[in-house]
């Protein structure tokens, strides 16, 4: 039991786990905002406003330095490991997205060898075929979101 206290007393951890908590919510009130719909999927899901990934490591990267210092090896991994995460969400998960979305267009136009009736809309997946996850990453607005928010709260968390 004294180790899970302990956890909650680790300010690195809980700066991480706050931002990317906050941002979770914040992406799902977003969400909600916009389409007047909860989406219960976007208080744990991928891309979105603000990036949680960019948050928390920006929040673990901040804490460090706070704790540890710019100079030491603990804050120099934890900020490369921001940088590759950050960028992985702008390129390779962002360029995921939107094949998703390409696919999943593809798959509703009818086959090129039938006609379909002008003005019908396409046919809808049937339950076999499942919609491929459109919301992977991030813009680089996003990123840059998540980032400031994940530095305010390591600033903001007591240490």
Same mark, same amino acid.
């Given at each position: ?11 690195? #951890?809980?700066? !991480? ?11 799902? +009130? =977003?969400? $909600? &905002? ?25 929040? #673990?990267?901040? !804490? ?11 804050? +120099? =991994?934890? $900020? &490369? ?79």
């Amino acid at each position: 039991m004294n180790t899970i206290s302990e956890a909650f007393h680790n300010y690195v #951890l809980m700066s !991480a786990v706050v931002a990317w908590l906050i941002a979770q919510v914040m992406k799902t +009130a =977003i969400t $909600f &905002l916009k389409s007047k719909r909860f989406e219960p999927e976007r208080l744990v899901g991928a891309g979105g406003m603000p990036s949680a990934h960019s948050a928390t490591v920006c929040a #673990l990267t901040i !804490a460090i330095s706070r704790v540890e210092g710019v100079s030491s090896p603990l804050f +120099a =991994i934890a $900020f &490369l490991f921001a940088i590759v995460v950050m960028y992985d969400a702008m390129g390779v998960r962002r360029a995921a997205g939107e094949h998703a979305k390409a696919i999943n267009e593809m798959r509703r136009m009818p086959p090129f060898s039938q006609e379909e009736p002008e003005g019908e809309p396409p046919e809808p997946f049937d339950d076999e075929e499942k919609e491929l996850k459109e919301y992977l990453g991030h813009t680089p607005l996003e990123v840059l979101a998540g980032a400031l928010l994940g530095i305010l709260v390591a600033m903001i968390v007591p240490q």
